[in-house]
């Protein structure tokens, strides 16, 4: 740090105001995690320099031996960690490899039989005007997503992402009761839309899916099924998803991030059968430019310490906090949608359990050292911005060793800090979204009991 401090003391000031932040505050978004120093120390250092576009023994630039070593041993233990039969390492984050994955499916299925019918033996010398037609056959195929609000990622054809002018994007929703997604109603709801893609995963659905059945009813309609696990690759990792809830036996194609759960560095990942193997190393020149050695290093360090015993214990404990975490917070009176959890992030409804928005509830935690995030819930009156809802995940907790006497004193804070925390109103009486008032002696109170923890 010394060194950055020399060129730019800003910048360490803040690397090291983020060190304090990270160990100060309650990490609770479920997204994050702690990588291990290993991983870090993998990720800094001088592979940054390098450039090596193509895959590993397959390159356009010279010297690119060490490269080749590091992105094959990283795919060699994304496929024996995840037990796929293909692994491309190279996305630099999950939004890159949802990409990678959306153009291969459209190469390999839109693509490959009018190739055949064109004569076309090579894509890449292909004329223009023959790329053209295939061009064409890939436009406006159809894929069905999850609702953002009801827990999909933005890149699952959010109307405002790249995915929804790429295809002709439909989504299915949860059960407007019951908070679930219910798969009968998705099966014909498929019939209906009969998409190129189903896609399953989520950002903020707290329940596992059961993918074996997903696949059945993918085939029923010849659609492919694809999954976002980048929330929950940890847990099929560390086995705690496994049979019907491990995507990599059903899935054609899996994509994920290796920082949330799996508890790597910031990256992408994109598993998939042998038949699409050829369409997702094309990444580059699809998507992507020259990969990133220095995170390709640090994914295979943290895809070794994935598939070590301990990992799996790791696995199973952030389940159970998170569970812990989801039953003390209904004892403690709140409103959790779905009445619980399956993996390792819950849901609170703070505008049903304290007449907050989410902007509120957030803002008010964070001034009390408790990190989280606010989330829109299915069917959200108050919109993506301030939300009702609040979403907590346990994988950066469980990292620093906390378990279950820890998520019940959790919940008790919270519930103590949003039952002080009241809306402002406006000078015409209106109840703000954003502003809220919270007691500095509240503040004090569950400051000192964070410390405690
Ligand atoms: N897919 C899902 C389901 C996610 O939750 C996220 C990130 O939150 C992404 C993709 C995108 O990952 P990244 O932020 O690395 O682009």
Not at 101 to 109: D, R, T
Not at 143 to 169: E, K, Q
């Amino acid at each position: 740090l010394d060194q950055v401090n020399s060129v730019s003391p800003t910048i360490a000031a803040s690397i090291i105001k983020e060190l304090q932040d990270q160990r100060q505050n309650l990490k609770l978004i479920a997204s994050e995690n702690y990588s291990s120093l290993a991983t870090q120390f993998a990720m800094g250092n001088l592979l940054t320099d390098k450039y090596a576009e193509g895959h590993p023994y397959h390159r356009f630039y010279a010297g690119c031996d060490n490269v080749d070593a590091i992105e094959a041993e990283a795919v060699e233990l994304a496929c024996s960690l995840f037990g796929a039969e293909h692994a491309y390492v190279q996305p630099h984050s999950g939004a890159d490899a949802n990409l990678v994955a959306f153009l291969a499916i459209l190469s390999s299925k839109a693509q490959k039989p009018l190739l055949e019918s064109l004569n076309i033996e090579n894509i890449s010398t292909a004329s223009r005007e023959d790329w053209n037609k295939v061009r064409a056959t890939v436009q406006n195929q159809r894929l069905l997503a999850l609702d953002y609000y009801s827990g999909g990622h933005l890149t699952h054809g959010y109307r405002h992402n790249i995915s929804s002018t790429l295809f002709d994007v439909y989504s299915y929703t949860v059960d407007q009761e019951s908070g679930l997604i219910d798969l009968d109603q998705l099966r014909k709801q498929l019939h209906e839309v009969r998409p190129l893609i189903l896609l399953a995963g989520y950002s903020a659905y707290p329940r596992k899916l059961n993918f074996a059945k997903m696949r059945e009813m993918a085939d029923e309609v010849g659609a492919i099924l694809m999954v976002d696990m980048a929330h929950f690759a940890g847990l099929v990792a560390g086995k705690v998803f496994t049979g019907e809830y491990n995507p990599i036996p059903y899935a054609h194609v899996v994509t994920s991030t290796t920082h949330k759960t799996l508890r790597g560095p910031r990256g992408g990942l994109v598993l998939c059968k042998q038949e699409f193997a050829e369409w997702v190393d094309k990444g580059c020149p699809a998507i992507l430019g020259g990969p990133l050695p220095h995170v390709l290093a640090a994914k295979a360090v943290a895809f070794r310490e994935a598939s070590k015993p301990e990992f799996e214990t790791y696995a199973h404990a952030i389940v159970e906090n998170s569970q812990v975490l989801a039953q003390a917070c209904i004892d403690e009176g709140l409103q959790v949608p779905t009445g619980g959890t399956d993996n390792h992030l819950l849901l609170l409804n703070v505008a049903q359990s304290f007449g907050l928005t989410g902007r509120q509830a957030e803002a008010a935690l964070r001034d009390c050292q408790v990190t989280l995030n606010r989330n829109s819930l299915p069917f959200d009156v108050n919109g993506p911005w301030y939300t009702s809802g609040l979403r907590l995940g346990t994988p950066a907790l469980t990292t620093l060793g906390m378990g279950g006497t820890e998520m019940r004193e959790i919940a008790s804070i919270i519930k103590y800090v949003l039952s002080h925390t009241k809306p402002s109103v406006t000078a015409s009486g209106k109840a703000s979204l954003a502003k809220y008032v919270l007691d500095e002696n509240v503040q004090a109170v569950a400051r000192k009991r964070v410390d405690g923890l």
